[in-house]
């Protein structure tokens, strides 16, 4: 995405001020503020006010609740089911929102806000209404509204400037200009001051030993003063890639924990090491923690075979998700001994499943797999663990790197003496 033109930066207030920025390739882009479902006669002015109204934003929890409450639109058990949990929240807020119409000039938010709270209440006060649709229309003009606001915070959060604001298809748009990141750091890297000579590629962390498929574009600046050609690190391995099994297999009698407090483990001498298991295991081995399976999701691990994901289940074991036919192949995967991994992410919101038992992927586990020493020790609670080994680049892929650029920088140095 880097190399592409669809990762761009947008143009803020800062960047107007420096012609190097304004000087790049840029393209005007659309941000939607209000779809054309939601929209009404008065959208696009009320755009060019929102400033104005800005205030009048719910808090993040509330947003929560009426976008969970929206999301279960389809599902009437379900939506019913949120309300009650939230019940007591959905009063005291509402009763507020329904109040604000008696402010002498309401705005727009104020009055659609208090629509909303009428029909939510009056809900809740007769257990159900005949008029559901009607209940999730009111729902549905005060959500977006609101979501306009959050997307107008976000601009102003984070200084985009806004060339106008325009009427598109029906929807309301904020019209601003971006520039390509990669155009970016060219145009700023490869000219003076810095003047680098900057090698691009996209290198796969399995070409190095990691056992994962993991592509990451790569960019190495070189500054002019240096002599000599720099070389990307060429692929070490072509074929025979290294596996799950490589990475994580001497693990699988360790019980696993599911609290990060846990204390570490000793191992013991383990002689049918593979080449990769010599490199990661270390004495002591920490982080082998793994989140606490639920009944459903216990019955899905039970249910799915080596290579199987969320879509291979039974439709009776797929209810929980609204929308189940939109999930990733990736949830729920139950990962291939003899294969490598696809590229570690938050094992622990995917669901990733151990090859051969009927648990949750370990922190360690998915750390091996990124090719972290069992040295390397983790810490926070457990979602930021695993949040960690995913963002990371694999240290074998770093290393490659780190070797790549040994040579110009011994052909470039000077002797101090």
């Known amino acids: 995405m880097l190399r592409s033109h669809l990762h761009r930066f947008i143009v803020d207030e800062n960047d107007l001020l420096d012609q190097r920025v304004m000087d790049l390739d840029m393209q005007e882009d659309k941000i939607e503020l209000l779809p054309e479902s939601a ?12 400033q104005n109204v800005i205030s009048y934003a719910w808090t993040e929890e509330f947003y929560k609740i009426i976008n969970l409450l929206y999301r279960n639109r389809i599902n009437p058990p379900k939506f019913a089911k949120a309300v009650g949990k939230y019940k007591k929240t959905l009063i005291s807020k509402l009763s507020v929102l329904k109040g604000g119409t008696e402010e002498e000039n309401p705005s727009l938010v104020q009055l659609w806000d208090a629509t909303m709270a ?38 102003n959060e984070n200084n985009i400037h806004v060339f106008r604001y325009e009427l598109d298809r029906g929807s ?13 750091i060219k145009g700023i890297l490869e000219n003076a001051p810095y003047n680098y000579r900057l090698e691009p ?28 050609e720099y070389i990307l690190p060429k692929a ?17 009698d360790i019980p696993v924990s599911t609290e990060v407090a846990a204390k570490p483990i000793v191992l013991g001498e383990c002689p049918a090491l593979t080449e990769l298991g010599r490199q990661l295991r270390g004495k002591i081995l920490y982080n082998h923690v793994c989140t606490a399976t639920k009944e459903t999701a216990q019955k899905r691990f039970e249910a799915l075979k080596e290579g199987q994901n ?43 499943i151990h090859p051969e038992l009927d648990r949750a992927i370990s922190i360690r586990e998915a750390a091996r797999l ?21 963002n990371a680049v694999p240290p074998i892929l770093a290393k490659a790197i780190a070797k790549s650029l040994l040579p110009i920088l011994d052909s470039n140095c000077k002797d101090e003496n």
């Open 370 to 390: 990124q090719t972290f020493p069992d040295t390397f020790v983790f810490e926070g609670t457990k979602d930021s663990q695993y949040q960690q080994v995913g």
């Open 39 to 50: 929209s009404f006669p008065e959208a696009l002015e009320f755009a060019k006010q929102l």
């Open 310 to 352: 969320f879509h291979d289940l039974d439709p009776s074991l797929k209810t929980t998700y609204s929308n189940a036919d939109r999930t990733q192949n990736t949830i729920y995967m139950r990962l291939r001994y003899n294969e490598p991994s696809g590229t570690v992410v938050n094992v622990r919101k995917s669901m990733w």
């Open 236 to 252: 070490e391995f072509t074929d025979n890639y290294r596996t799950v099994y490589d990475a994580i297999s001497d693990l699988q």
């Open 118 to 155: 009428t029909s939510i209440l009056k809900y809740i006060e007769n257990d159900g209404t005949d008029n559901f649709a009607g209940l999730i229309r009111d729902i549905e003009k005060a959500l977006m509204l609101q979501r306009m606001l959050s997307r107008m915070q976000e601009i």
């Open 201 to 228: 590629k996209v290198l796969n962390a399995i070409d190095y030993g990691a056992p994962q498929r993991r592509e990451r574009f790569i960019i190495v600046g070189i500054s002019a003063e240096m002599a000599g």
């Open 172 to 184: 309301v748009v904020a019209v601003v200009k971006s520039y390509a990141v990669l155009d970016y």
